[in-house]
């Protein structure tokens, strides 16, 4: 599908892209081309899209592997496909909320972790990537298409400014690989910014932060270190509301072999296993 197409299908079938949704289309098809190819898809995949849109990269895909199981959360896009029955049979629409869909039960459904291709809304970059590191374990791989700034973080290394809670809690269960860089004058309407593709690998369980007593202790020191970034990582736990005492914290910087005028921006995610451990007993586990 070209600009021009795109334009057409929106007017006739009385859509128009919906700005709450974040709703960008992608209108060229060397790039989608380009996005399967660098996904590595084999003909037996069921692959999982997220945000099906008017189908421009839904068919080719649906050519290219044994099952696509669409997720759409635009009821007029829904009417649409269905009124025009233009998607294969190897195409299964769901209706659904992307971050309320329960991926867990998908992927028994199917029998295997799941592997995930989208052109991800920037307004729920963020929210869907926390939800993928919650369901990890249920994911084999994700192709995400996200905006520029948002995939240099997930790659992003310590010390850098890009690297954030994103980048420390995606190193410690995935390998993440840059695949594309997309430019706005690819999408309809156009954003303001660049887009880029990146391929997310989960490793399979277990992940080393599953011998914590609390599984979401990492995440909140994650973002309580860098909460405030340009504090020293013990005034950065102790001004975040999780009621450490600054001796406390001091105390257990130092057992991880941390300096204790150390920033949460030079911790890599063993750094913050180690120091979760040793706080472990003195955080509670929230209701």
Same mark, same amino acid.
């Given at each position: 599908m070209n600009r021009a197409h795109i334009k057409k299908i929106l007017a006739e079938?009385? /859509? #128009?892209?919906?700005?709450? @949704?974040?709703?960008?289309?992608?209108?060229?098809?060397?790039?989608?081309?380009?996005?399967?190819?660098?996904?590595?898809?084999?003909?037996?995949?069921?692959?999982?899209? @997220?945000?099906?849109?008017?189908?421009s990269l839904t068919l080719p895909l649906a050519r290219q592997v044994d099952k696509v199981i669409g997720l759409e959360v635009d009821r007029g896009i829904i009417r649409y496909h269905q009124e025009e029955q233009d998607l294969p049979g190897n195409v299964q629409l769901i209706h659904q909320d992307l971050l309320t869909h329960d991926f867990p039960e998908l992927a028994a459904t199917l029998g295997q972790r799941l592997k995930i291709i989208a052109n991800l809304p920037?307004?729920?970059?963020?929210? @869907?990537?926390?939800?993928? /590191?919650?369901?990890?374990?249920?994911?084999?791989? #994700?192709? /995400?298409?996200?905006?520029?700034?948002?995939g240099q973080r997930l790659a992003a290394r310590s010390g850098t400014k890009e690297y954030g809670i994103l980048s420390v809690l995606f190193q410690g269960c995935s390998t993440i690989d840059n695949l594309l860089a997309v430019p706005a004058s690819k999408f309809h309407p156009r954003p303001k910014v660049d887009s880029l593709v990146i391929k997310i690998d989960m490793r399979p369980p277990p992940y080393p932060d599953e011998v914590l007593p609390d599984p979401q202790l990492l995440t909140r020191l994650v973002k309580a270190g860098f909460g405030k970034r340009r504090k020293t990582l013990v005034n950065a736990l102790?001004?975040?509301?999780?009621? @450490?005492?600054?001796? /406390?914290?001091?105390? #257990?910087?130092?057992?991880?072999?941390?300096d204790p005028r150390i920033r949460a921006e030079a911790l890599e995610y063993g750094d913050f296993l180690r120091l979760s451990q040793q706080l472990a007993s003195h955080l509670p586990t929230p209701s």
């Open positions: 079938s009385e /859509l #128009a892209p919906k700005k709450k @949704l974040g709703q960008n289309f992608l209108v060229c098809q060397e790039t989608v081309a380009r996005i399967i190819e660098l996904a590595q898809v084999k003909a037996t995949d069921q692959v999982v899209e @997220l945000g099906v849109g008017l189908g920037y307004s729920i970059s963020n929210p @869907l990537l926390f939800k993928l /590191l919650e369901i990890r374990e249920h994911v084999d791989w #994700a192709v /995400l298409m996200l905006q520029k700034e948002v102790t001004s975040s509301g999780l009621g @450490l005492e600054k001796s /406390l914290v001091q105390q #257990a910087i130092g057992a991880c072999g941390l």
